[in-house]
């Protein structure tokens, strides 16, 4: 049981614009709370971490405990400076440079050999370290003062949905941590893509704004998918955040349906149909095309079935709505799977525990 504590929250008033000195003052606090081991939400252009003193080990138990997450499922290390991966790394191979160089900062963690120093409570007993550096002033500023490296997995309750705002941080979180910065919506709105500079040649460990394409024309080889990204399967020992376990869910069923734009359509409407008349209450996830069409309780779209980004951006505040409005069954049209999409799908499916349906 988590002992209540009152957590603070402070609300920056112009997310977009430059920090003003009173911001930069309340983040300075924050950083000195967690250098103390103490716990804080930030924001980031991803989605919402939850910040603990990455190198001590107290701090990392307590996040996991926060969270409810299981000790075998790393945390990512968050930096504000290239060269601070020098003290967390054994060392940094010329790719890692290559790739930091044009992505960072932004929404690409990479995989390295982990120093001594790192706590194995924050690489979840593995001797690798996930890095990366956020794309947002505000979590710059609190790296930066909490000492230069903030451990931080998403700041919900383990197997929920990410939180993309400090409402939904505080909906999972408000007594169990120190404090929230709040820094409004986060722009992307999905965790980082996670690749492995460790083996023989790089391998994405998790899908994101970063495709595998963009990687492979930095590197100049080939990036390809570790095949334990699809899947929550118990067997799989976890090389990153979201690799083994359930995630993402929403309290309501989650049902994907591939196929063909008419067909996926009718399919979905036959299915609210009946869902209805079992009594649950219906919600759909759809392309604005389809959005006045369906008769549900609750409709939620997302641009064109095309534009997996956009879909991608307001997902995770999707299911968090749908929680908010007790919605038993979830249906979700066919987006694109290509590009961004890859990412948009890894996610829709874990939090469907791996399953969909074809609409034939």
Do not use: Q
């Amino acid at each position: 049981m988590i002992s209540e504590v009152d957590t603070i929250v402070y609300r920056i008033e112009d997310p977009e614009g430059d920090l003003t000195a009173e911001d930069i003052s309340a983040i300075v606090g924050f950083g000195k709370l967690i250098k103390k081991g103490g716990l804080v939400a930030f924001p980031t252009e991803t989605v919402y971490g939850l910040g603990g003193d990455a190198l001590n080990e107290g701090s990392s138990e307590k996040i996991y405990k926060a969270k409810g997450r299981p000790s075998d499922n790393p945390l990512i290390v968050h930096i504000c400076e290239i060269t601070a991966l020098e003290k967390i790394a054994l060392s940094v191979p010329d790719e890692a440079y290559a790739l930091a160089k044009k992505f960072w900062p932004g929404p690409l963690t990479m995989v390295l050999k982990a120093a001594d120093n790192v706590p194995r409570k924050t690489t979840g007993g593995l001797d690798t370290v996930a890095v990366r550096m956020p794309d947002n002033k505000a979590a710059l500023e609190l790296i930066k003062a909490s000492g230069g490296y903030i451990a931080a997995p998403s700041a919900n309750l383990s197997g929920k949905p990410s939180p993309t705002s400090a409402k939904f941080v505080l909906e999972d979180m408000d007594g169990r941590i120190d404090a929230v910065i709040d820094g409004g919506e986060g722009r992307i709105g999905i965790e980082s893509t996670i690749v492995d500079l460790t083996g023989d040649k790089p391998e994405v460990l998790r899908p994101g704004f970063i495709t595998n394409e963009m990687l492979s024309e930095v590197l100049g080889v080939k990036v390809g998918t570790d095949p334990a990204v699809t899947g929550c399967r118990d067997d799989v020992k976890p090389k990153a955040p979201g690799m083994k376990y359930r995630h993402y869910a929403p309290k309501g069923d989650v049902r994907p349906v591939k196929g063909s734009g008419d067909k996926v359509f009718e399919y979905i409407s036959a299915e609210l149909k009946k869902s209805s008349v079992a009594g649950l209450k219906t919600g759909v996830f759809c392309s604005s095309g389809n959005a006045s069409k369906y008769d549900a309780d609750v409709v939620r779209c997302a641009g064109r079935l095309d534009d997996a980004e956009a879909a991608a951006k307001v997902f995770y505040r999707t299911l968090r709505e749908m929680d908010d409005e007790n919605v038993d069954v979830i249906f979700v049209e066919n987006f694109s799977d290509s590009g961004v999409g890859e990412a948009f799908w890894n996610r829709l499916l874990k939090s469907a525990g791996s399953k969909w349906e074809e609409a034939k």
